[in-house]
């Protein structure tokens, strides 16, 4: 998809993604993307362009696969966009061989993040219930950084128990327990300072600023419940499984956020 094509005229034709990240307007969605998920009317104020041109560069993306839209669990008639990093990596990639195969070769040695330089950061994840999605965040990134930040997660309106689905998943899959963890309230953590503050659900998106410092740095996963997912009645265990990569693939591209401030001079 992502591969460089001969023009009708003789000449190499700049690789798709080159293409569509080029424009100005596109750049610009991509890179306010890549620091959360957001709504048309929010794109539309940052950017300062009109909506209709937003929502055709939007379309672009779209199309071209580096963006992704979910509905709303908050609000229905709203869709939250969020940028898809792994296949803008593959694209880019692909897009790089155009140029020399070197720059596709992998560079053995040396990982996507400096996991050691990661550290002295406090994170809080939120979601409604603080039984499923923030706990599992709050589990694998606890995970990956050994204990070397400071993570928690908690919940609007908590359950009495984490989703034993949750519990389940985090165990069997990534080999974490998490089984004598209690869910937490949001409300309790009002005034207390954190770095990074990541909601996880629409509906508690509208709720959370209103209990942390102004001075934390706010991203927004769009991720819906895996309880609740397509509506059943039960939950379906897979649902649990697709959750936890998505989020565990999010929490990759977190470290490498924190690793490159980190490097910063």
């Known amino acids: 998809m992502y591969d460089a094509r001969m023009a009708d005229t003789g000449q190499l034709a700049l690789p798709h993604f080159m293409r569509l ?3 100005p307007v596109r750049w610009r969605v991509l890179t306010e993307l890549a620091r959360s998920d957001l709504r048309v009317r929010e ?3 940052m950017i300062r362009e009109p909506q209709n041109l937003v929502s055709y560069h939007l379309r672009l993306l779209r199309e071209g696969g580096l963006v992704t839209a979910r509905r709303s669990t908050a609000d229905a008639r709203d869709s939250y966009y969020r940028l898809d990093v792994e296949r803008c990596a593959d694209a880019f990639r692909s897009s790089g061989s155009a140029i020399h195969p070197a720059l596709l070769a ?10 050691p330089r990661v550290s002295g950061v406090s994170v809080l994840f939120a979601c409604t219930g603080n039984s499923a999605r923030s706990p599992i965040a709050e589990a694998l990134l606890r995970n990956r950084t050994n204990g070397r930040l400071e993570v928690i997660s908690a919940g ?15 165990d069997e899959q990534y080999g974490i327990d998490v089984a004598d963890q209690r869910p937490r309230q949001l409300g309790a953590l009002a005034g207390r300072r954190f770095d990074y503050v990541i909601t996880l659900c629409d ?41 936890a990569a998505e989020i565990d693939a999010r929490v990759h591209q977190l470290l490498a956020t924190l690793a490159a401030k980190e490097a910063q001079p």
């Open 106 to 115: 992998p560079r053995t040695g040396r990982p996507l993040f400096d996991l």
């Open 203 to 243: 509906k508690v998106r509208e709720v959370c600023p209103d209990v942390v410092d102004n001075r934390t740095c706010r991203a927004h996963w769009s991720i819906p419940d895996p309880a609740a997912a397509g509506g059943r009645d039960q939950p379906d265990y897979d649902e649990f499984v697709r959750t």
């Open 21 to 23: 990240a080029a424009h």
């Open 156 to 170: 609007s309106h908590p359950k009495s128990r984490l989703h034993p689905f949750a519990v389940r998943v985090l």
């Open 43 to 45: 794109l539309v104020a």
